[in-house]
Nanobody, 122 residues
Framework: LQLVESGGGSVPAGGSLRLSCAAS????????MGWFRQVPGKEREGVAT???????NYADSVNGRFTITQDNALHTLSLQMNALKPEDTAMYYC?????????????????WGQGTQVTVSS
């Protein structure tokens, strides 16, 4: 499974961005998928995940501001980010694992994209 992110950029605080992740190379749609982010010197953290049955989960820091969606027909995962804050600045990664329910541990995700940078200025 190959994952390619796009949509990052620089925005002022309060702005919005939409990240996309294009998936290819797999015939099955039975993958839990998610968005993660990392800043230099810190561990990669989960932002939002979507289980195979469509159940979504969000980090407390983004709940109510970010929305994860999946288009199985287009093999695309998206993250709509609204009301962005400077602390949302990070490299954002798309990831997947062939589990029914998304695991909590970042190291259990098998497939990763190359990342897309999001910078929010104050």
């Amino acid at each position: 499974l190959q994952l390619v992110e796009s949509g990052g950029g620089s925005v002022p605080a309060g702005g919005s961005l939409r990240l996309s992740c294009a998936a290819s190379g797999a015939t099955s749609t039975s993958y839990c998928m998610g968005w993660f982010r990392q800043v230099p010197g810190k561990e990669r953290e989960g932002v939002a995940t979507i289980d195979v049955d469509g159940t979504t989960n969000y980090a407390d820091s983004v709940n109510g501001r970010f929305t994860i969606t999946q288009d199985n027909a287009l093999h695309t995962l998206s993250l709509q980010m609204n009301a962005l804050k400077p602390e949302d600045t990070a490299m954002y990664y798309c990831a997947a694992v062939r589990f029914w329910r998304c695991p909590a541990r970042v190291d259990q995700y098998r497939f990763w994209g190359q990342g897309t940078q999001v910078t929010v200025s104050s």
